[in-house]
């Protein structure tokens, strides 16, 4: 899979870190010098590219013709927008993935600009504040816009009963999905045999009728 990130700040680094450690493609398109020179020291330089992200010649360059998701999280709403849309309606990109800085211009995140997914902060942040409260273990990294699915980060519990267990013993429910397993430094794509440890954070694909059954099984109660 192709992805071309546009912004190289914190989080465009990070995003692009977690793809390439999982054998995605990835281009990270930024328009500040010094950014780009701090990306090529934590990324392949051939992966990272001076230029602004909304000039269509820089986004071709970067491959955005083939690509499969194009992220755009720069710190400008502006930005992301017009990114967004250039990307599906001048390149076709069938993904697109956009993050809202001010939460007052979340309306404007739309399919109509482009956006197929936007990613709110100050939304995530007040559901992990909220789901906090009930789902200690869990807490809710990205709404996907549809079937009513989220992508969940589940941290493992010491006296869970999954602790030392095969996934394909832990009766996941049939409607989600372990995503990945962050092990320390490493990063598991989980089987069936994979056995599950102690303080590992899971991410999970569950509805809102199966996030609280997941967590039970990662949890101590």
Same mark, same amino acid.
């Given at each position: 899979?192709?992805?071309?990130?546009?912004?190289?700040?914190?989080?465009?680094?990070?995003? @692009?870190?977690?793809?390439? *450690?999982?054998?995605?493609?990835?281009?990270?398109?930024?328009?500040?010098?010094?950014?780009?020179?701090?990306?090529?020291? $934590?990324?392949?330089?051939?992966?990272?590219?001076?230029?602004?992200?909304?000039?269509?010649?820089?986004?071709?360059?970067?491959?955005? /013709?083939? %690509?499969?998701?194009?992220? %755009?999280?720069?710190?400008?709403?502006?930005?992301?927008?017009?990114?967004?849309?250039?990307?599906?309606?001048?390149?076709?990109?069938?993904?697109?993935?956009?993050?809202?800085?001010?939460?007052?211009?979340?309306?404007?995140? *739309?399919?109509?600009?482009?956006?197929?997914?936007?990613?709110?902060? @100050?939304?995530?942040?007040?559901?992990?504040?909220?789901?906090?409260?009930?789902?200690?273990?869990?807490?809710?990294?990205?709404?996907?816009?549809?079937?009513?699915?989220?992508?969940?980060?589940?941290?493992?519990?010491? @006296? /869970?009963?999954?602790?030392?267990?095969?996934?394909?013993?832990?009766?996941?429910?049939?409607?989600?999905?372990?995503?990945?397993?962050?092990?320390? $430094? $490493?990063?598991?794509?989980?089987?069936?045999?994979?056995?599950?440890? %102690?303080?590992?954070?899971?991410? %999970?694909?569950?509805? /809102?009728?199966?996030?609280? $059954?997941?967590?039970?099984?990662?949890?101590?109660?």
């Amino acid at each position: 899979m192709k992805v071309v990130i546009i912004g190289g700040g914190q989080v465009g680094e990070h995003i @692009a870190s977690l793809l390439l *450690n999982n054998d995605y493609s990835v281009k990270v398109i930024d328009n500040r010098e010094h950014i780009v020179d701090k990306l090529k020291e $934590e990324l392949p330089s051939d992966a990272v590219i001076l230029g602004n992200g909304t000039d269509p010649n820089i986004l071709e360059a970067a491959g955005i /013709s083939s %690509a499969d998701v194009v992220v %755009a999280v720069t710190g400008a709403d502006e930005v992301n927008l017009v990114a967004s849309t250039i990307a599906k309606f001048e390149f076709g990109v069938s993904r697109v993935v956009a993050r809202v800085n001010n939460p007052k211009n979340s309306w404007l995140y *739309n399919i109509g600009m482009g956006v197929d997914v936007a990613v709110n902060q @100050a939304d995530l942040m007040a559901h992990i504040v909220i789901e906090e409260m009930d789902l200690k273990n869990m807490f809710t990294l990205m709404k996907l816009s549809l079937g009513g699915y989220s992508i969940v980060q589940i941290k493992v519990d010491e @006296a /869970s009963k999954a602790v030392q267990k095969e996934v394909k013993a832990l009766n996941i429910p049939s409607n989600s999905k372990l995503i990945t397993i962050y092990r320390g $430094e $490493e990063v598991i794509l989980p089987g069936g045999d994979t056995v599950i440890n %102690a303080g590992d954070s899971i991410l %999970a694909l569950a509805n /809102s009728e199966t996030q609280v $059954e997941v967590n039970k099984i990662f949890s101590s109660r």
